[in-house]
């Protein structure tokens, strides 16, 4: 599996970001062999109000996932992954204490509120 997704906010350059499946290869003299590295798939999208996380791993229980966040980042640690960390950083801030994870099918989904001052307001002209 591969894929891609376009992040463009307002008065930036648009952000390109892969993910997907396909093995690495390195080449040792003339023999090409896939890597050991394996990338999870880690896509994280915006609604009006809320930041959304997900997360593809397979063959990890709920029991081995271990979060933290803080206002602009995910930590995610799984246990029994050789130490695997993925150290997500979030479009917008947010407030950690929303947060809501839930795990299904090898998918991790985290959401969060938007932090009070990123919501856009609208402003009256008199």
Same mark, same amino acid.
């Given at each position: +599996?591969y #894929? ?5 906010? =307002? #008065?930036? @350059? /648009? ?9 690495e ?8 062999? =896939? ?8 896509? +994280?999208? $915006?609604?009006? @109000?809320?930041?959304? +996380?997900?997360?593809?791993? =397979? $063959?990890?229980? *709920?029991? @081995?996932?271990? !979060? ?5 980042? !995910?930590?995610? *640690?799984?246990?029994?992954?050789? #130490?695997?960390?993925? @150290?997500?950083?979030? /479009?917008?801030?947010?407030?950690? $204490? ?7 099918? #090898?998918? !991790? ?10 919501? /856009?307001?609208?402003?009256? +002209?008199?």
């Open positions: +599996v #894929g891609f997704s376009i992040i463009h906010r =307002p #008065g930036e @350059d /648009p952000e390109l970001r892969e993910f997907g499946n396909v093995p290869y390195s080449q040792n003299e003339e023999t090409f062999f =896939p890597s050991e590295t394996k990338e999870h798939l880690i896509d +994280v999208f $915006e609604s009006e @109000d809320m930041v959304h +996380v997900l997360a593809e791993f =397979p $063959e990890v229980e *709920k029991e @081995d996932l271990l !979060l933290q966040a803080t206002a602009q980042h !995910l930590e995610i *640690k799984v246990l029994g992954l050789s #130490g695997y960390s993925e @150290d997500v950083e979030l /479009p917008v801030r947010v407030n950690p $204490e929303s947060a809501k994870a839930s795990y299904k099918n #090898g998918v !991790l989904e985290v959401t969060f509120r938007r932090s009070a001052e990123e919501k /856009p307001v609208e402003i009256k +002209v008199n």
